[in-house]
T-cell receptor, first 111, second 113 residues
C-alpha cells in the first residue's frame, strides 16, 4: 500500500479557498486517490476520488499532476462547518480493497 | 445518512466481558469493513468480509472475531475486554467496482470500565 503524507493541521477563515496537499510517492499504476472527511464522533464520509488530472464535484476539486506522486484537495469558500479531519488515501480501486487511514489533516475554519 | 446502520450506539461494560456489535450494510453492498478508532491510534482497519467470506485482515486482535451472515449483516465480537479496547467502532460497506468509496455507519462507542 502506498504511504501518504499530509499536513497535520491547517487553519483558514470562512470564505477562503483551502488546498490540502497529500504526497504519495509510491503510488501504483492501479491506485486511485480518495479523500474522506470526518467530523468528531462520526464515521468518515467520502468526498472525492480521482485517478489523474482534475476531478470536480459539488463539494470539492481534486488536482492530480501527471506523475501522480501528489494530489491536492481544494475546498472552495470554506465555512465553519468544514472544520473536520481530512484523510487522503491511496489504494487499488477494485471496490473491495482495504483502506489505510493515516492521521489526516485537521482543518480549523474560523469566522 | 449513509444507509449503514450499527447497533448499539453506546455500550458500557466491564473488563473481561464479551460484547457483540452489529452492522447492516447499505442495500446491495456485498463488502463490510470494521474499523476501530481510539484517540491515540486513529482509525485502524480491523477486518473485511465480502459476500460472507473473510477478505482481508488488518490489526485485529485474536480476542476479536467477526462474521458476515447470509443476509449480509455483520457482527464483531470482542471478548476478554480490556480498558484499552474502549473506542469507537465503525462499520463500512461498499459495492464491488466502487473504487474505494466506502460508506460508514454512525459507529458504536464502547466504554470498558
Amino acid at each position: 500500500l502506498a504511504k501518504t503524507t499530509q499536513p497535520i493541521s491547517m487553519d483558514s477563515y470562512e470564505g477562503q479557498e483551502v488546498n490540502i496537499t497529500c504526497s504519495h510517492n509510491n503510488i501504483a499504476t492501479n491506485d486511485y486517490i480518495t479523500w474522506y472527511q470526518q467530523f468528531p464522533s462520526q464515521g468518515p464520509r467520502f468526498i472525492i476520488q480521482g485517478y489523474k488530472t482534475k476531478v470536480t464535484n459539488e463539494v470539492a476539486s481534486l488536482f492530480i499532476p501527471a506523475d501522480r506522486k501528489s494530489s491536492t484537495l481544494s475546498l472552495p469558500r470554506v465555512s465553519l462547518s468544514d472544520t473536520a479531519v481530512y484523510y487522503c488515501l491511496v489504494g487499488e480501486g477494485s471496490g473491495y480493497s482495504t483502506l489505510t487511514f493515516g492521521k489526516g489533516t485537521m482543518l480549523l475554519v474560523s469566522p | 445518512d449513509s444507509g449503514v446502520t450499527q447497533t448499539p450506539k453506546h455500550l458500557i461494560t466491564a473488563t473481561g466481558q464479551r460484547v457483540t456489535l452489529r452492522c447492516s450494510p447499505r442495500s446491495g453492498d456485498l463488502s463490510v469493513y470494521w474499523y476501530q478508532q481510539s484517540l491515540d491510534q486513529g482509525l485502524q482497519f480491523l477486518i473485511q468480509y465480502y459476500n460472507g467470506e473473510e477478505r482481508a485482515k488488518g490489526n485485529i486482535l485474536e480476542r476479536f472475531s467477526a462474521q458476515q451472515f447470509p443476509d449480509l449483516h455483520s457482527e464483531l465480537n470482542l471478548s476478554s475486554l480490556e480498558l484499552g479496547d474502549s473506542a469507537l467502532y465503525f462499520c463500512a460497506s461498499s459495492v464491488q467496482g466502487s473504487h474505494n468509496e466506502q460508506f460508514f455507519g454512525p459507529g458504536t462507542r464502547l466504554t470498558v470500565l
